[in-house]
């Protein structure tokens, strides 16, 4: 069971806040059960969640350290841009990545489309969206997730990662080169 203070991934609200464990019955149910109540970190409703329910996805927030070996990993992590020409298969595609919930495939999304967005853009063509709203997704989410295990604002996030992975490369290519 959580405790409230715990930073969530909750599969639809992204990054939630446990503000409070109580017991609450629905319409529906005869008696009373164990409730999370969540509050989205970047969306202004609230959740009600029964503790044990498997239905819904939850999983804390992963840690500093397992944040910042994740963003070392970004330079080895493969990302292929899906180029399928049909919706309904790009959209397949990237619900599947977003739904492991695991900041690795979200990273991969988040490489791939920028590697698409980059081909499509040097053929000086448009960037399709559904490209773009699944970019977008899968960074509010990647970003949410970094921001609270890093203690940094979801805005610095970005640049966080990129001096990281400049510093990582950096040191690798003055190491090899010595």
Excluded: W
């Excluded at 405790?3 to 019955?25: T, Y």
């Excluded at 599947?96 to 489309?113: F, G, V, Y």
């Excluded at 970019?135 to 997730?145: D, P, S, T, V």
Aim: one cysteine or more; proline letters at 4%; aromatic letters at 8%.
């Amino acid at each position: 069971m959580y405790q409230i203070g715990s930073f969530l991934i909750h599969e639809n609200a992204g990054i939630c806040k446990v503000k409070d464990i109580s017991m609450h019955r629905s319409p529906k149910e005869k008696e009373s059960h164990l409730y999370y109540t969540l509050q989205p970190l970047y969306q202004q409703f609230t959740i009600y969640t029964p503790v044990d329910n498997g239905k819904i996805f939850l999983r804390p927030v992963i840690s500093k350290k397992e944040a910042e070996h994740l963003i070392d990993k970004i330079p080895s992590i493969q990302a292929e841009p899906c180029n399928s020409k049909a919706t309904s298969q790009l959209t397949q595609h990237y619900q599947a990545l977003l739904k492991t919930h695991n900041c690795e495939d979200l990273i991969e999304l988040t490489k791939s489309l920028h590697t698409k967005k980059q081909e499509v853009e040097d053929q000086n063509r448009k960037f399709g969206a559904i490209d773009e709203k699944f970019m977008k997704r899968a960074e509010e989410l990647l970003f949410g997730e970094l921001s609270v295990a890093l203690g940094i604002p979801k805005d610095d996030v970005p640049e966080y990662i990129t001096s990281r992975v400049d510093a990582l490369v950096e040191d690798r290519v003055e190491n090899n080169g010595e």
